[in-house]
């Protein structure tokens, strides 16, 4: 199982008023479950873990939009550091694909993939999958069939966020950044309905928040 930062259920997160908060989300939020610094420190460690694997093999990284972008950037933006100032390096390539699953703060039951006309090039490569989160697991495990059908050499998965949940059918991705508990988090590109996305800390939504941006 990756190492990761394991927040418990009891967490009560940081109050809004210790950090910066867009004004028009102050009143939708509970709490701060994950602020922006400690994201940016964890990345950069999920980035050297990453480089030590695949050091000179070069690496396709795929990005699950739309909320796994923020996480793509910071997360490459480290490994090209990386690559610049150590001995290790690793040869970067970028592709994309978007799935949905979500309507308001629940799953639909249908995942809808979104793009990939071009995954045939991943045959034979080494592909590191970069997601926001991963809650129960099928997702991840429908889009990991897919691309095992173009038989690349190897596949990693790097989430962010692993929720810990009931619902979970157990899938793990090889690098995790956190685990947290079974409650619907928003920003650092995590949205509800598309909103929050430009929230830079990771948060937990109130009903409040829920009820206003429902669908």
């Not at 940016?40 to 694997?53: G, M, S």
């Not at 006309?117 to 989160?133: M, S």
């Not at 590109?189 to 928040?209: S, W």
Request: hydrophobic share 40%.
């Amino acid at each position: 199982m990756a190492a990761k930062i394991v927040i418990s259920d009891d967490y009560k997160g940081y109050p809004l008023d210790l950090f910066c908060i867009p004004k028009h989300y102050e009143n939708d939020l509970e709490n701060i479950l994950i602020p922006s610094g400690l994201i940016t420190d964890r990345i950069e460690r999920l980035a050297r873990n990453i480089v030590q694997e695949f050091n000179e093999e070069g690496l396709v990284a795929l990005c699950v939009l739309k909320g796994g972008y923020k996480f793509f950037t910071d997360l490459l933006d480290r490994i090209k550091m990386l690559n610049r100032n150590t001995e290790m390096s690793v040869p970067l390539a970028v592709d994309f694909i978007r799935l949905k699953s979500y309507v308001d703060d629940k799953q639909s039951g249908e995942i809808e993939v979104i793009g990939g006309d071009n995954l045939e090039n991943l045959k034979g490569k080494n592909v590191l999958v970069v997601e926001d989160i991963i809650d129960t697991g099928r997702t991840m495990l429908k889009l990991l069939d897919i691309l095992h059908n173009v038989k690349p050499k190897c596949i990693r998965v790097a989430s962010l966020l692993v929720k810990r949940t009931e619902r979970s059918v157990g899938y793990k991705p090889d690098y995790a950044g956190f685990e947290i508990p079974d409650s619907f988090v928003v920003g650092y590109a995590l949205d509800y309905n598309e909103y929050f996305r430009d929230l830079n800390h990771i948060c937990v939504i109130n009903e409040q928040g829920k009820k206003k941006y429902a669908a």
